[in-house]
């Protein structure tokens, strides 16, 4: 396992709620984007922030340091982001049972798709030239959304799952939807087929490596499982005794080229691990900006009910990588120096 | 105001052609006031006063240029205002003073429009003829002038014959003149040729026609009114007028207007004019000066003439009729005839009464019609008198006899007795119940025919889902087998999977089966699968009474907590068995744009590729058959994809996992080894405490 950057870099502050959404843009990764539950999406240069940055007050006009853009739509909390690969556009979904699609320069939505029943867990884009939306919802469907034609239906709804859609993940032509009802469904338009894979708890979590032959897997058992898509097996599965996610929807990613997990957790923690060896490298703790170090440290520390790393991101370009909390505050995480 | 000067030839065409110049006369002195007429600009020209100098008006009124372009007090120019003091000469008390009209600042152009926009009118008082007015007096000798005549081109054309106006039409007879009024007839004058005396002719009997709206009184109404009242009536009565009425009408020129009524200048007067008749009696010229040609003397206002100005009566001009009159050609009527004036008389077609046949009369035509009357008898008197009965008449008529039975012998007893019950009679024969004869009776196909018109209507796509529910669900009529497998038959036929009536139950009229035909569509209505949002919100219960019949065996009332079968796959995953145990694979339909946006070809076999429109992939395929192929490769995914619990009936699978929110819920920890709710045969205290939470005799 490389080095793995430890050193918190920036905070990004302002958030009025629990950030649930995190995303680098795509390219270089030189910006965030923020889903928080306060109904805004924020854009940050994370560069010109520092780890010391402090929020305005509230109720000021001024920018937190670092915050480029504000992005407000939604009636809602927002629930998940996604930006196009050409950096233009971004996909947000959110609470309000719509998906938005913005066109980053002008702080506008460009279309607004609403047909689920319930709230937009996530949304991705997908097909060549991110020329559809994904998105999949609390009400157990996925839809697929045209971009590039004015249709306000979906060009097809994924409805075998038997309960809450929580993740979606695109890999060529392949798209993987997670669901609490404990399986991954992994549609393969080339081929027709739909291959499901049981978990047994329900995912919270999917990720797709890079070469598309493994799919990482967060479920409500506290263990995030590397699964081979391929014939369905169990590669590896991540756990630590302190690693605690049995109730909330946590986030967890590879990084540094698929050679670490990264996943967050209900207390307020961030695990690491090493992909091949499956043993916890690195623990964080999101609220103090800290490593710990040694074994089961951060046991029992957990403060209050708000200290929760929603969502993990791994910067696609850099060393680097950022975890958002329930405290309002994203933490960018970096190499010393 | 200044005009331009006039301008003589253009000087530049003199100085061009100077030598071409033929010079007469001798040339006049240049000007002294240097006015050669020569063209100079509004703006160079100065005004001088007599002795040749430009006028300086005060400095403050004008200087130079008082007034346009100075010409403030020069002969063409204005002149100021004399200031007058108001102490000595009040400027109110001068009459004559000059008062500014708006005629002065008028130029021609406005004065022209104002003089175009005045009409001379008559005034609203001028009414001459006929009116109670002042003007129009009977005395007022000028009403004749208000009174014009256009004349027709046939009444030009009789002019230029030497026809004169006031003369009949005709050769000229040789009379003695007759110069007061035609009484003394000075027998020693010689006679002369006269043109024939204007006689009033007669207007063809021309049929009226009455256009008024219905009920309408007017005349009757009219007529009474103005016998009633004098002076509406017209003082003045023309003999010529009321006598020759139609022909004046009928020699007037085609009216002018075309209003609709009686005016109050058009109004003759006269009450048996149809007042809706179109057009006036008389126009009016309405402008003075307009003439044409010089006014003849116009009929009115001949003095001497027999037709003179005679005040007659309204009523004597009725009866008088038998005044002397002259036919029109001018003789006297032939003995034991009189002129009947009355034309409208004419138009009454006499009905004359039917010749009266003599008495004893008698045709020499004999017809024999009179024997038909006699024994002419009307069809029901036929019938009534028949002896031949309706067996007779048939075969008279060469029919095959019927099976000789009544309706009686079919119908059966009861309806016999409904029949007597409800017409009363008592005497009717008794209802024997019998089948029909031999070769009348109605087919097997009509029969069923008419069973079919019993079997209520119902969507396919409703009853396949009824059928579907039941097949995975609930079902109604869970108590009654028999019953239930009748409803399944009949959702079977409603979604086409079978052809042959519903089965009827044992002992079940046809009127009981249809009403449970009914009974089995509103069924299946309401218990056809929620859709939509619906679906998604409702779990189907998950057990009704296990079996049916075993529902007293002295169970405890609470239901037992079903174990919860797990699925094998689910077992395996948990078992960290992942693999091909935990792996499933189903067939997937990508729509065709889907596809397209992925830049992938579509699979083989994929049913949605011939679907074009891609909001369609949206709406679930409305099936022909009951479970058609696209809805078994649903069904098969399902299955796959949700584990068996849709194959079997829902008391016996297990319950699909309740919705777990994903960050809020807590996760049910289930244990493997030991299932609490199998190994217990009574509900856990917890349970009873939850229900009956106050009651102490569980503790």
């Not at chain 1, 997908?126 to 998105?135: C, L, P, Q, R």
């Not at chain 2, 099936?623 to 809805?631: G, L, N, R, V």
Request: proline share 6%.
């Amino acid at each position: 396992m490389p080095a793995f950057p430890t050193t918190p870099i920036a905070k990004l502050t302002g958030h009025g709620g629990i950030v649930h959404a995190l995303a680098y843009s795509s390219g270089s990764a030189s910006y965030i984007l923020t889903g928080c539950s306060d109904r805004t999406i924020r854009l940050y240069n994370h560069t010109k922030a520092t780890t010391t940055s402090v929020a305005p007050p509230a109720g000021s006009q001024a920018y937190a340091p670092g915050l480029v853009s504000k992005y407000s739509a939604h009636g809602y909390e927002v629930l998940s982001i996604d930006v196009s690969t050409d950096n233009e556009k971004f996909v947000s979904t959110g609470g309000d049972k719509s998906v938005f699609y913005w066109d980053v320069q002008t702080a506008q939505t460009i279309r607004r798709w609403s047909g689920h029943n319930a709230r937009v867990n996530r949304g991705v884009f997908g097909g060549e030239g991110d020329s559809v939306i994904v998105s999949g919802s609390f009400d157990g469907t996925v839809k697929i959304w045209d971009i590039k034609q004015n249709n306000y239906k979906p060009i097809m709804t994924l409805d075998e799952a038997r309960d809450s859609v929580t993740d979606i993940a695109i890999f060529d032509a392949e798209i993987l939807v997670s669901s609490v009802d404990g399986r991954v469904r992994s549609y393969d338009l080339r081929m027709g087929m739909c291959s499901v894979d049981v978990i047994g708890y329900p995912v919270t979590s999917l990720s797709v490596s890079k070469k598309g032959t493994e799919a990482l897997v967060s479920s409500l058992d506290s263990t995030v499982r590397l699964m081979d898509r391929g014939n369905g097996q169990l590669l590896k599965a991540y756990r630590d005794e302190s690693f605690v996610n049995t109730d909330l929807r946590v986030r967890s990613t590879l990084g540094l080229n698929d050679s670490v997990v990264l996943s967050g957790s209900d207390d307020g923690m961030v695990f690491a691990w090493d992909l091949l060896e499956g043993e916890c490298k690195h623990k964080f703790r999101h609220s103090d900006m800290r490593e710990v170090k040694g074994k089961g440290a951060a046991t029992g520390e957990r403060k209050g009910k708000k200290d929760v790393v929603s969502a993990v991101a791994f910067c696609g370009a850099r060393r680097e990588w950022a975890s958002a909390g329930g405290d309002g505050n994203v933490i960018v995480w970096g190499m010393d120096g | 105001m200044v005009y331009k000067r006039p301008r003589a030839a253009s000087p530049s065409t003199a100085q061009k052609r100077p030598r071409q110049d033929i010079r007469l006369g001798t040339e006049l002195p240049p000007d002294e006031d240097g006015d050669d007429g020569s063209f100079v600009p509004v703006w160079k020209q100065t005004v001088t006063d007599d002795r040749g100098r430009r006028r300086l008006h005060g400095a403050f009124t004008g200087g130079f240029s008082a007034g346009y372009f100075n010409t403030v007090g020069s002969k063409e120019g204005w002149a100021p205002k004399a200031f007058v003091s108001s102490r000595s000469n009040r400027n109110k008390d001068q009459a004559s003073a000059a008062t500014q009209r708006p005629e002065d600042f008028m130029d021609e152009e406005d004065l022209a429009q104002a003089s175009e926009s005045r009409h001379l009118e008559t005034a609203q008082s001028v009414a001459p003829i006929g009116s109670s007015g002042g003007v129009g007096r009977p005395t007022d000798g000028f009403f004749g002038l208000f009174v014009t005549e256009e004349e027709t081109m046939g009444v030009k054309v009789v002019h230029q014959m030497g026809w004169r106006r006031d003369q009949g039409v005709g050769r000229k007879v040789r009379r003695h003149a007759s110069l007061n009024d035609g009484i003394a007839a000075s027998k020693d004058t010689s006679e002369h040729f006269f043109a024939p005396k204007d006689a009033p002719s007669m207007s063809s009997a021309r049929e009226e026609i009455r256009r008024k709206g219905l009920g309408y009184l007017s005349e009757a109404r009219l007529s009474k009114a103005g016998n009633t009242d004098p002076d509406s009536g017209p003082s003045l009565a023309f003999t010529f007028l009321n006598s020759s009425k139609k022909s004046q009408t009928s020699k007037k020129p085609t009216p002018k207007k075309s209003s609709f009524g009686v005016g109050v200048l058009n109004d003759t007067g006269s009450d048996d004019e149809d007042p809706y008749e179109l057009g006036p009696k008389i126009t009016f010229n309405k402008t003075l000066g307009k003439e044409k040609k010089a006014k003849k003397p116009s009929k009115f206002v001949k003095p001497a003439v027999a037709d003179g100005l005679v005040y007659v009566p309204r009523k004597a001009t009725k009866a008088g009729t038998s005044l002397s009159r002259m036919s029109q050609d001018e003789k006297a009527t032939l003995k034991g005839f009189t002129l009947e004036m009355n034309t409208n008389d004419l138009m009454i077609k006499p009905k004359f009464p039917p010749p009266l046949i003599p008495e004893g009369w008698k045709t020499s035509r004999n017809t024999s019609s009179e024997e038909r009357v006699q024994d002419f008898q009307s069809v029901t008197d036929a019938a009534r008198s028949s002896t031949l009965d309706a067996k007779a008449r048939a075969s008279l008529l060469g029919e095959t006899p019927l099976p000789s039975r009544s309706i009686f012998d079919f119908i059966p007893k009861e309806a016999r007795d409904r029949l007597v019950t409800m017409s009363g009679n008592t005497a009717l024969p008794q209802g024997l119940g019998q089948s029909a004869p031999e070769g009348y009776e109605a087919s097997e196909q009509s029969t069923a025919k008419s069973l079919w018109s019993f079997v209520p209507r119902l969507d396919k796509h409703v009853a396949a889902g009824a059928l579907a529910k039941g097949a995975t669900g609930w079902m109604p009529y869970g108590e009654d087998s028999n019953k239930r497998a009748r409803y399944v038959g009949f959702l079977e036929l409603k979604s086409g999977s079978r052809q042959e009536l519903p089965e009827r139950g044992p002992g079940m009229s046809v009127s009981e089966w249809a009403k449970e035909l009914e009974e089995f569509a509103h069924a299946a209505q309401v218990f056809k699968p929620a859709s939509g949002i619906m679906a998604s919100r409702f779990i189907s219960s998950k057990a009704t009474q296990s079996t049916a019949g075993v529902d007293s065996t002295g169970e405890d009332i609470l239901r037992q907590p079903t174990a919860k079968v797990e699925d094998p796959t689910e077992q395996a995953a948990k078992l960290g068995m992942y693999g091909p145990m935990t792996r499933s694979s189903l067939p997937f339909h990508p729509s065709r744009l889907l596809c397209k946006r992925f830049n992938v070809k579509p699979p083989p076999d994929n049913p949605n590729t011939a679907d074009i429109h891609p909001v369609d992939f949206d709406i679930k395929p409305k099936t022909e058959e009951p479970i058609s192929k696209s809805d078994m490769d649903r069904l098969m995914r399902e299955v796959a994809s949700r584990g068996p619990a849709t194959q079997r009936p829902a008391w016996m699978s297990y319950e699909p996992e309740a919705p777990v929110p994903a960050a809020v819920t807590k996760h049910a920890i289930v244990d493997i080894e030991t299932n609490e709710a199998l190994s217990k045969e009574r509900a856990s205290e917890d349970v009873f405490k939850a229900i009956f939470g106050d009651d102490d005799d569980e503790e």
